[in-house]
Nanobody, 115 residues
Framework: QVQLVESGGGLVQPGGSLRLSCAVSGSIFSNFAMAWYRQAPGKQRELVAAIFRTGRTNYADSVKGRFTISRDNARETVYLQMNSLKIEDTAVYYC?????????WGQGTQVTVSS
């Protein structure tokens, strides 16, 4: 059973930064492409960023140049560095594999951007 534990969210002012972490257990982490997703109130979950086994990354247009995804295979952890945060980045952030079939979703971590 794969477990995903997201952390690092919080309340931050516009223009601020946060670093999210996702610890993965129960899988051969290095074999999988990983991704961060987010879900804002009343909206569908959306892909924010993905990182492949080769280290190649891709990003949603809305976060390009502001967010950076990375991974540490030894620690079985994926990160999301978020800079220049905007109010519209407010959401619950989740990690998972980059495509279906997904593992069971974790609890997510709340990111609130507000002045």
């Amino acid at each position: 059973q794969v477990q995903l534990v997201e952390s690092g969210g919080g309340l931050v002012q516009p223009g601020g930064s946060l670093r999210l972490s996702c610890a993965v257990s129960g899988s051969i982490f290095s074999n999988f492409a990983m991704a961060w997703y987010r879900q804002a109130p009343g909206k569908q979950r959306e892909l924010v960023a993905a990182i492949f086994r080769t280290g190649r990354t891709n990003y949603a247009d809305s976060v390009k140049g502001r967010f950076t995804i990375s991974r540490d295979n030894a620690r079985e952890t994926v990160y999301l560095q978020m800079n220049s945060l905007k109010i519209e980045d407010t959401a619950v952030y989740y990690c998972n594999t980059n495509r279906s079939p997904f593992w069971s979703w974790g609890q997510g971590t709340q990111v609130t951007v507000s002045s």
